[in-house]
C-alpha cells in the first residue's frame, strides 16, 4: 500500500498519481487551425472528451491498437511517432505493424533492427529497408528510422504486388460471416466505386474488392499472430471496425480487446461503429482528386 507523508496535510486528491503525456508535436497543415474540434480526442463511444494522457492509458492496455491515418497528412504521421514513443514508454511493446511494409522487405527490416542493436545502424534506411517510393519517406521516415532502433520486433503486414496480382486474377475464396457479410461487401465495392472516381469498369469491382480485403485479412493474420501488445498503423479505411481489419480479426477469433484510433482532419465524420476514439488534426488543401484522373483520360 502506498503512503502518503502529507496526508494530514493535503487533500486526498494530492496523493493520486497523475498520468502525463509527452509534449504534443506540432501542427503542421495549413487548414483547420481555427476548427472548434482540431486537437480534440473523442471517446466515440461514451462521446467523452480525453485528454492525451487518458488516450494513452486506454491504449497501453489494450493487447492490439490499430491507428488509422490518411497517408499524405503529415501532422498524422507526426503523431504517429509522438504514440509509438508515448505507449513504448509506458508498457515493453510486443511488436509494431506497418502496412506500409511488403512481406519481400521482412528480411531486410529484420536485419536492420539487428544491426541497430549491435549498434551499428545502417546509415541510410531507405536505402537498406528498399524502402517503396510509393510511400512518402519524407513522412514516413521519422516514425520507420525510430522503430528499426527499437527492441519490439517491426512486422510487414501487407500483401507483395505479386500476391496482389494473383488475388487480382484468381479472387480466392474469403470466409468469416463478418467480413463476408453482405453490407460489408457492398459498402466497400461502393467506395471502391467511388475512389476511382466513378470511371472504374462494372467488371473490374470484384477483383478489386478481393484484393482489398485480402489485404486486410493479411493485416488481421499478421496482427493476430504478433507478439502483444501489438500495434498497426495502416490508412483510415484499413482500420474501420465496420469494414475493414477488426472484422477479419473477428473471423479470426483474434478481436477481443482490439482498440481503433482514428487520426482524422477536422470537418471529417467519423462514428462509434468506425472506431473507439477519434483524434482530429489540421486539415491539407481540397483537392480535386477525381478532376486529375479525369484530365488524364
Not at 477479419?248 to 473507439?276: C, N, R, W
Request: aromatic share 6%; hydrophobic share 45%; charged share 15%.
Amino acid at each position: 500500500m502506498r503512503i502518503c507523508l502529507l496526508a494530514l496535510l493535503l487533500p486526498l486528491a494530492a496523493c493520486q498519481s497523475v498520468s502525463t503525456a509527452p509534449p504534443l508535436p506540432i501542427w503542421q497543415s495549413p487548414d483547420g487551425r481555427d476548427h472548434a474540434e482540431l486537437g480534440v480526442i473523442r471517446d466515440l463511444n461514451s462521446g467523452a472528451q480525453l485528454t492525451p494522457a487518458q488516450l494513452l492509458d486506454r491504449l497501453a492496455a489494450a493487447p492490439r491498437v490499430l491507428v488509422g491515418e490518411q497517408h499524405d497528412n503529415p501532422d498524422h504521421h507526426a503523431l504517429e511517432l509522438w504514440l509509438a514513443r508515448a505507449l513504448a514508454a509506458r508498457r515493453p511493446q510486443g511488436s509494431v505493424l506497418l502496412e506500409m511494409l511488403n512481406p519481400d522487405q521482412q528480411a531486410r527490416v529484420t536485419a536492420a533492427q539487428a544491426q541497430s542493436a549491435a549498434g551499428e545502424p545502417a546509415a541510410d534506411q531507405y536505402q537498406a529497408l528498399a524502402w517503396q517510393r510509393g510511400w512518402d519517406w519524407s513522412l514516413y521516415g521519422p516514425l520507420v528510422t525510430w522503430l528499426v532502433r527499437q527492441p519490439a520486433p517491426l512486422f510487414a503486414a501487407n500483401l507483395d504486388r505479386a500476391e496482389i496480382i494473383s488475388v487480382y486474377r484468381s479472387r480466392p475464396t474469403l470466409t468469416g460471416p463478418a467480413s463476408t457479410a453482405a453490407p460489408v461487401q457492398a459498402a466497400l465495392q461502393a467506395d471502391i466505386r467511388q475512389s476511382h472516381c466513378g470511371l472504374l469498369p462494372d467488371s473490374q469491382i470484384p477483383a478489386m474488392l478481393a484484393v482489398q480485403q485480402q489485404r486486410d485479412r493479411r493485416m488481421a493474420e499478421r496482427l493476430s499472430q504478433a507478439p502483444q501488445p501489438a500495434l498497426l498503423f495502416a490508412g483510415g479505411f484499413h482500420v474501420r471496425r465496420d469494414l475493414g481489419v477488426p472484422l477479419h480479426l473477428q473471423d479470426l477469433g483474434a478481436g477481443q480487446g482490439a482498440q481503433v484510433l482514428m487520426l482524422v482532419e477536422v470537418g471529417g465524420a467519423v462514428g462509434k461503429a468506425q472506431a473507439d476514439y477519434v483524434w482530429y488534426t489540421p486539415a491539407l488543401p481540397a483537392q480535386d482528386h477525381c478532376a486529375e484522373l479525369r484530365g488524364k483520360r
